[in-house]
């Protein structure tokens, strides 16, 4: 059962006298039949400018609220504002939702909404036969045909015939709508999104209610843009009730999740709160280092706001100096965090060395987008890992995790910041794109169930080295300031114990080994995986980071079709979970799905020495689960 | 002054490091010195942090008894503004070389001077790339003959003090290894000065660039070719101590006094405290083959340093909306409840 605010029915909030449904559409909505769905994908595209984000980001919340489990994949171009009505300006945002678990963000749309020619031709190779498409008729013009490469109004013509084509003149009817709302013709035009809004609302027996907090949260300064958009709103809604080609609605019920409380998060949002919460308890005060990239600024922007939680952050000249202020911060006894993408790791890989010879704790969030170079700076790819394990000078270890989940991200922080401060180790954690702007409903921790970071500052200046080592490896960490600890530490090659700059064959030797032990160790230290599925089989599925979703949905599919295939996820890549090797030797077959070239399957092939076999997608896009089962039968 | 701290001595910052310079070497003579202000600053040397870059000149942390870190090439003033953000009651210094500060690092160099992060940067300008052997700097003059230059460079020098005032410095000063008056007063001016100190500092590679300063600070020509700021006093030097800088227009010129009816009312009156850093950026601009090299304390005004205002930043945030609570932050936006 779902408790959730508003009743069951949507039910408009104090009508005002324009907005209330007039009895005939009452009476209307009475005739119109639900169609009940375990799920649904629904998928807005327009350009970038039209208010797409907004729009599936309300349309995702709405749902959330409602108690349905969901999954989204934003979708927007490099470019703030391509050309207008041009197929690299195309913005989109798909929402798998449902009562029923979710894992993914859905393979192809069932509803697909298109503000324009172009979002329809990009988006026309995916869309499935019977797909619902409404578009927004009044931008199929001339000029926007001829500029997404359309030949003829394919509106007009029948090359959509396998689809259910309703055709809305979306914008004279918002533009009718706000006929006495007085502002520009151009503010009205940019409403639009709203009324698309107001038909998925009604087309899916939702309530508006949560989309008008959201606005009258927004515009709260700008009464008339708020009341336009609610306008529009609601004459979308009322257009479902009344226009005679909407002949069906939509009813996804709530899902039967887990007892909790819930909310809606994504990605870089649960990592931003994460660690928030590692900071506190840990008790020791978090200072972020970062320099805006695509698409990891959002945690900074988010960290930004919990000034009160003792947080520090700085925006930095460059991605070097944001490392390098973090690596201070964590000299000086504080948490030390950078926050980036690829590029910025590749800036930052010399600094992380530092930091590991210095032996300090240093918290790495890559949100992993395509590359190289610059790459697809929006779209998602987990092509870092190599670098993460290996791209540095010398031997230099660091320790790697990565989320499975948006809300993953939220427990990844916390255990990164365990792992960094009680092995004094720089952690990596690598998220992406999809995680990072992906949304799903989330089920709040509670915070008495959050681990105890247990953080001890060594104060006692009798017999103090700096490199010291307790059962852990790990030096003695100390806070500048402390009497009797005055220490110098450096890049230069550190005799064990004393910390003094040493150049001896010897020794270099058994540091570098010590350092690489210190991270093995921390196998010992983390939960042992566990297995989807039978313990033994065919073929296991190994995956990591955000493919999450996808191969858990596809290893449910394959076992419920009675194949013997299971799955285990990598939360910890470096180390690894110590019962990995065991499970490997378990099955006939390892089928490593990523989002690269074949990263994570080359180390496993190296470190186990089983001949695990790639399933590769490398397309800036997360896998489709359908994707992930034909990848598995190929090999099955 | 803390009692602790005025006990402190020389010796006390003495760290048990062999020092690995070459004998000769200019960085001895600095190492003296900031180990000779230390115990009249009145900070214990637990509050007390050196980072450095690497070079030479960045091995100087290991031999101070303080806090110190040696980091990687030219990030010196990155890390330091990460300490000193989260330990703003730590003194700060950053020990770095020509090369160190300005090429590899000069964007760090620049951006720390910009947001008067409250850090003291001792740059050892020794013209040279000194731990890699040889090769030419951004401070060496056109057309140096070096390993990596043999027929002569082609890279015009930077002038590190027009650069730091270019970067809206607080406060910046010049000295040399060879004045240890000189050389203590700037760095405890710059210890004294809330925000970003510049100090640059003349120093000798007996190896690489012998004699690079020679013809400033060789003792027997000295008084002639330097000019000593003290604020509030005319800009007089030379052996007679006749010699002023005169503003010619927007150029300052040397005049003789008692000669061409100059009085020493015609020389300018340094003032480091002048907002406006003109003056300051035209004595950095001194053509050294023309003119004396001015040292000292070119500028030193107040401006709230970054560090201040990240912390009271935080402290307002906190007043504001009380000391964060990881229950709210989890809850916040719209949240349900699944039974
Ligand atoms: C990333 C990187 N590049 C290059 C070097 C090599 N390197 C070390 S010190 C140095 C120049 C040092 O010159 P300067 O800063 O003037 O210091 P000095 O040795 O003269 O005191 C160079 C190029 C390095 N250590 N790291
Ligand atoms: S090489 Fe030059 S700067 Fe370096 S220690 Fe020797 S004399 Fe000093």
């Given at each position: ?636 | ?98 090369g160190?500060?300005?090429s ?24 040279i790339y000194g731990l890699t052997k040889g090769q030419y700097s951004?401070?060496s003059?056109?057309?140096k003959?070096t390993k990596s230059t043999?027929?002569?460079s ?54 690489f ?131």
């Open positions: 059962m779902v408790n959730r605010p508003g009743s069951p029915r949507w039910e408009l909030p104090e009508p005002k006298e324009h907005l209330a449904l007039s009895p005939q559409t009452e009476a209307a909505s009475a005739a119109k039949p639900l169609e009940e769905h375990s799920h649904l994908v629904v998928r807005f595209a327009g350009d970038s400018g039209d208010g797409m984000q907004i729009t599936g980001s309300q349309f995702t919340a709405t749902n959330a609220v409602y108690g349905n489990d969901l999954a989204t994949l934003p979708d927007f171009p490099a470019e703030i504002r391509a050309p207008a009505g041009t197929l690299a300006g195309v913005s989109g945002f798909q929402l798998n939702f449902g009562s029923q678990k979710i894992y993914t963000a859905g393979d192809q749309p069932d509803v697909f909404v298109t503000m324009n020619p172009a979002a329809l031709k990009v988006n026309l190779p995916e869309l499935p036969n019977g797909c619902v498409i409404i578009a927004n008729e009044d931008a199929f013009t001339d000029r926007n045909l001829k500029m997404a490469g359309f030949a003829s109004n394919p509106l007009a013509d029948d090359s959509l015939s396998k689809f259910r084509v309703y055709p809305v003149k979306i914008s004279t009817l918002t533009n009718n709508a706000l006929a006495d709302v007085e502002m520009s013709a151009k503010d009205k035009a940019r409403c639009k999104n709203f009324f698309a809004l107001g038909l998925i609302y009604w087309m899916f027996n939702r309530s508006p209610e949560q989309t008008m907090r959201f606005l009258k949260d927004k515009f709260s300064k700008k009464p008339v843009i708020l009341e336009a958009n609610e306008k529009a709103m609601r004459a979308g809604m009322n257009y479902g009730e009344t226009a005679e080609a909407f002949t069906t609605r939509y009813e996804v019920k709530e899902a039967q999740l887990t007892p909790g409380k819930y909310r809606n998060i994504t990605g870089n949002s649960a990592m931003a709160i994460g660690l928030v919460a590692a900071s506190k308890l840990s008790g020791v005060p978090l200072f972020l280092g970062s320099y805006p990239i695509t698409p990891a600024s959002d945690i900074l922007h988010e960290l930004s706001r919990y000034k009160n939680f003792g947080i520090m952050t700085f925006q930095a000249e460059d991605e070097i100096a944001a490392v390098c202020s973090a690596i201070g911060a964590a000299f000086a006894g504080y948490l030390g965090l950078t926050t980036t993408s690829g590029p910025g790791i590749a800036l930052k890989a010399e600094a992380i060395g530092l930091a590991v010879m210095t032996e300090l704790p240093l918290l790495i969030v890559n949100v992993q987008r395509g590359g190289p170079s610059t790459g697809l700076p929006t779209k998602t790819e987990q092509a870092d890992l190599l670098q993460a394990m290996y791209g540095r000078n010398g031997e230099c270890p660091v320790a790697i995790v990565a989320p499975s989940t948006p809300g993953d991200c939220f427990h990844i922080a916390i255990e990164a910041t365990r792992i960094a401060t009680k092995y004094m180790t720089p952690v990596m954690i690598l998220s992406d794109g999809y995680l990072a702007n992906g949304a799903e409903a989330w089920r709040l921790p509670r915070i008495s169930d959050l681990p105890r970071i247990d953080v001890k500052f060594r104060t006692d200046p009798s017999g103090y080295k700096p490199y010291l080592r307790d059962e852990n490896l790990a030096r003695p960490w100390v806070r500048p300031g402390t009497p009797g600890l005055e220490h110098r530490i450096g890049g230069i090659e550190k005799q064990d114990i004393t910390g003094n700059v040493n150049y001896e064959a010897r020794n270099h030797e058994h540091m570098v080994k010590l350092r690489a032990q210190k991270i093995a160790n921390i196998a010992k230290d983390i939960p042992a995986l566990k297995v989807l599925g039978d313990p033994e089989g065919d073929v296991l599925v190994v995956g990591w980071g955000s493919t999450y979703g996808s191969i858990t949905a596809a290893v449910e599919e394959l076992r419920a079709q009675g194949k013997r295939v299971s799955g285990v996820h990598l939360r910890h890549l470096n180390p690894f979970p110590p019962n990995l090797g065991e499970i490997l030797g378990k099955f006939r077959k390892v089928i490593v799905p990523e989002m690269n070239a074949g990263q994570l399957v080359k180390i496993i092939r190296a470190t186990f020495n089983v001949p695990a076999i790639g399933v590769n997608k490398i397309q800036g896009q997360p896998f489709r689960k359908r994707e992930v089962v034909d990848g598995i039968l190929t090999h099955l | 002054m803390t009692e602790a701290a005025t006990k402190l001595t020389k010796a006390d910052f003495q760290s048990d490091q062999d020092i690995r310079w070459c004998p000769g070497c200019g960085d001895y003579s600095i190492l003296a010195q900031v180990q000779n202000v230390m115990p009249e600053l009145g900070v214990p040397k637990e509050k007390v942090v050196f980072v450095s870059g690497i070079g030479c000149s960045s091995r100087f942390p290991y031999y101070m008894n303080t806090y110190g870190l040696h980091s990687i090439h030219g990030r010196a003033p990155a890390v330091a503004t990460g300490v000193k953000c989260m330990s703003p009651d730590l003194s700060v210094w950053v020990v770095t070389g020509d160190d500060g300005l590899i690092g000069g964007n760090h160099f620049i951006h720390a001077i910009r947001r008067n992060v409250d850090l003291n940067v001792l740059m050892f300008n020794n013209r951004p401070t003059e056109l057309g003959k043999p027929m002569g082609v890279d015009y020098p930077l002038h590190p003090i027009s650069l730091a005032l270019g970067a809206e410095a607080t406060f910046v000063a010049r000295t040399m290894d060879v004045d240890p008056k000189s050389l203590r007063y700037c760095v405890k001016r710059a210890a004294e000065h809330k925000g970003i100190a510049f100090v640059e500092i003349y120093q000798n590679c007996n190896i660039n012998d004699g690079a300063y020679d013809s400033i600070v060789e003792k027997s020509i000295r008084s002639d070719r330097v000019l000593y700021l003290e604020h509030g006093k005319p800009m007089i030097f030379g052996k007679d101590m006749n010699k002023g800088l005169k503003l010619n227009g927007f150029q300052l010129e040397v005049a003789t006094i008692g000669e061409n009816g100059v009085t020493e009312k015609d020389i300018v009156v340094h003032d480091e405290t002048n907002p406006d850093p003109t003056m300051a950026f035209l004595l950095s601009r001194l053509d050294e083959a023309t003119f004396p090299v001015p040292m000292g304390v070119f500028r030193a005004v107040r401006r709230p340093a970054f560090d201040e205002m990240m912390n009271d930043q935080v402290k307002a945030a906190t007043q504001k909306s009380g000391p964060g609570d990881l229950d709210s932050l989890l809850n916040q936006g719209d949240t349900w409840e699944v039974h």
